[in-house]
């Protein structure tokens, strides 16, 4: 069975921090497919990233890196120098090869302060 | 860009009335999908489609029921609405098999059952 966990339910930083979302995925399958998503207060989730089990690489956009590791069942995500319009709730999902489906972790509100 | 629209924002119906969801998408997306969103618990898909006139449950159909005439639309329909069925609805679609794509979702539709 498929179970994506994100433990943190709520994070408060200040303006500049770094800050880390983690996410811990469950999966029998070889391949799959992991994705985070931000709900900002608008509602519209946003897609931002989708990596395959086997490109374990890490990834860096702007401000946005993840970190892909196999060993431990993670996916996480930082932001560097957070901002207040990071505000939002995040989400990671995982789906199984050819399933279509995805299996969303229950999110993390994420609140940048001024 | 990728365009899913829902015809409401806000909702409110009253208990055992018939309630009618719409989303459309602009993409020629095979699959489309409705998921609820409720605190704590993240996005549980309710039902989605991968054709016209093809369907299948998700992790949490009961009470629910949709119909896709049309490729571009899907429509989530609750045949005797009750207070449990007050939350967010989220309506996404995403390419079809081949690959595990990203799905791309809609603005929501906040539902309140009183």
């Known amino acids: 069975a498929q179970k994506v966990t994100q433990a943190q339910t709520e994070i408060s930083v200040v303006e500049k921090e770094d800050v880390t979302l983690d996410c811990v995925y469950e999966?029998?399958?070889?391949?799959?497919?992991l994705f985070w998503y931000k709900q900002p207060p608008s509602g519209e989730l946003v897609f931002l990233i989708r990596?395959?089990?086997?490109?374990?690489q890490n990834e860096i956009s702007g401000r946005y890196s993840w970190n892909f590791q196999k060993s431990t069942s993670s996916f996480n995500f930082t932001i560097t120098a957070s901002q207040v319009v990071d505000s939002a709730v995040y989400f990671c999902?995982?789906?199984?090869?050819?399933?279509?489906?995805?299996?969303f972790g229950q999110g993390t509100r994420l609140t940048i302060n001024p | 860009d990728v365009k899913v629209t829902q015809s409401s924002r806000y909702l409110v119906k009253r208990t055992g009335e018939k309630v009618f969801l719409e989303c459309v998408q602009d993409?020629?997306?095979?699959?489309m999908f409705w998921y609820r969103q409720d605190p704590g618990l993240g996005l549980r898909l309710i039902y989605f489609?991968?054709?016209?006139?093809?369907?299948e449950k998700g992790d949490i159909p009961e009470g629910y029921s949709v119909s896709r005439e049309k490729k571009e639309r899907f429509s989530l329909i609750l045949e005797s609405a009750s207070t449990n069925q007050t939350s967010m609805y989220l309506c996404?679609?995403?390419?079809?098999?081949?690959?595990?794509?990203?799905?791309?979702f809609g603005p929501g539709t906040r539902l309140t059952v009183t």
């Open positions: 996404a679609s995403s390419l079809r098999q081949g690959a595990t794509y990203e799905q791309y």
């Open positions: 999966t029998r399958d070889t391949t799959y497919y």
């Open positions: 990596r395959n089990s086997f490109d374990e």
């Open positions: 999902a995982l789906s199984e090869e050819g399933a279509q489906k995805l299996v």
């Open positions: 993409m020629d997306h095979e699959n």
């Open positions: 489609s991968y054709d016209v006139k093809m369907k």
